[in-house]
């Protein structure tokens, strides 16, 4: 009995180790032919290399178009999931929940952003007497000093946006306003075919790689894919309740410019420490200048209730959680600093980029305290 079972091992251990040198020569030839063939075909990898730069070229005019899809795509992604095995249809009632309610606050609001715009350009003088006059009126019952520093504050601000906004061109105003719905409209469609075609784009393009390194990077990919997704989910979820409740509560308060205030919370909600008390403190002062005390207070109280509360001390937190384990402060510095420098596409990619960097490090120093142990 013991030879039969010394045998059985013997066999076993030889069948093993004839296993896994086939399969390290296999490897071995296979990068040989990888090598080689990369030697045979450099004038083909120079023409693929050519047209990808040509085709980054020609669809640089939609790139926040495709980064806005792209973005959707995560954030439309939990609802596609509810549909399990029916992904097209899901993808498309994902499309329609998410870009729908952006469309509307965002569309509307950027169409009265631009109209207040060209009225101030067209109007100038007439604001800065409008401006005084108001000023003098609400400064009538404060002290000689607080009057001063009212009157001052509110000139120098009035001539420091006046002639900027009157220095647009509203031609180009024009042309930018038209790329930014063109790409909107190129969003929706993108925005579609990643939630349904994206994991198998990405499996094609991971079939590239050489068959050693397939799970290393499928590792690098689902912990960038999870990061992504607490940055985006959570913000933009918190960004569309937080400025559809906005909207409402300013035009139930008869505010010039509700939906322009409303797109005003949904960008600010995205930005961890500004939210939506970039636009509820201004605002309240307003209503105190414009209409006292008791409405001011019943404006702050109500606008705090039903847009902050709910949408920072809730949602923000269940959705996120320490899904994207990055600190609040480099979430900030990445949505303003990208939208300083790129416009709408850095606004969403900034944070991206930062999470893949993350991501990246994450899973290496995982496998650096794995090899030490």
């Known amino acids: 009995m013991g030879s039969r079972a010394l045998q059985r091992a013997v066999v076993h251990w030889s069948i093993t180790h004839i296993y896994l040198g086939y399969k390290v020569a296999t490897q071995q030839n296979m990068d040989i032919h990888a090598g080689k063939w990369l030697s045979q075909h450099r004038g083909m990898l120079a023409l693929a290399l050519a047209s990808l730069i040509l085709i980054l070229y020609f ?51 950027m169409i009265e952003i631009a109209n207040q715009i060209i009225i101030l350009t067209k ?20 002290s000689p000093w607080m009057k001063d520093l009212l009157i001052s504050s ?22 930018v306003a038209s790329l930014a719905i063109i790409n909107f409209i190129v969003s929706v469609p993108i925005c579609y ?27 690098y990919i689902s912990r960038i894919d999870y990061i992504l997704s607490g940055i985006f989910i959570g913000t933009i979820y918190t960004s569309i309740l937080g400025s559809i409740i906005a909207a409402a509560i300013f035009h139930a308060f008869s505010l010039p410019r509700p939906f322009a205030l409303a797109s005003i919370v949904f960008v600010a909600g ?29 404006f702050f109280i109500l606008s705090s209730a039903l847009i902050y509360l709910p949408s920072e001390l809730l949602i923000r937190p269940y959705l996120v959680a320490a899904k994207s384990s990055l600190h609040p402060l480099l979430v900030m510095l990445s949505f303003l600093g990208g ?19 993350v991501g990246i490090y994450q899973v290496r120093r995982e496998e650096m305290a ?3 142990a």
């Not at 609802?79 to 929940?97: E, M, P, Q, W, Y």
């Not at 109007?123 to 404060?142: D, H, I, W």
């Not at 995205?270 to 008791?294: D, N, Q």
């Not at 300083?340 to 893949?356: C, E, S």
């Open 59 to 109: 669809f640089s005019p939609f790139l926040d178009g495709i980064i806005l899809g792209t973005v959707f795509a995560y954030v439309g992604r939990p609802i596609r999931d509810h549909f399990h095995n029916r992904k097209r249809l899901g993808s498309l009632t994902a499309v329609l929940c998410i870009v729908i309610p952006i469309f509307i606050i965002l569309g509307l609001g």
């Open 123 to 142: 109007n100038y003088e007439s604001f800065r007497m409008a401006l005084a006059v108001m000023t003098k009126e609400t400064a009538q019952g404060l």
């Open 154 to 175: 509110l000139e120098n601000a009035a001539g420091i946006i006046a002639p900027i906004a009157t220095s647009i061109p509203v031609f180009h105003m024009g042309r």
């Open 193 to 219: 075919f990643v939630l349904a075609d994206g994991e198998s784009f990405v499996e094609s393009i991971i079939s590239l790689i050489p068959e050693r390194e397939k799970q290393a990077y499928r590792r």
């Open 270 to 298: 995205m930005v961890p420490f500004l939210t939506s008390w970039v636009v509820i403190i201004p605002v309240t002062i307003y209503r105190y200048f414009e209409a006292g005390m008791g409405d001011a207070a019943a």
């Open 339 to 357: 939208a300083l420098v790129a416009g709408i596409g850095g606004f969403f990619l900034a944070p991206a980029i930062m999470g893949i960097i």
């Open 370 to 372: 794995a090899v030490e």
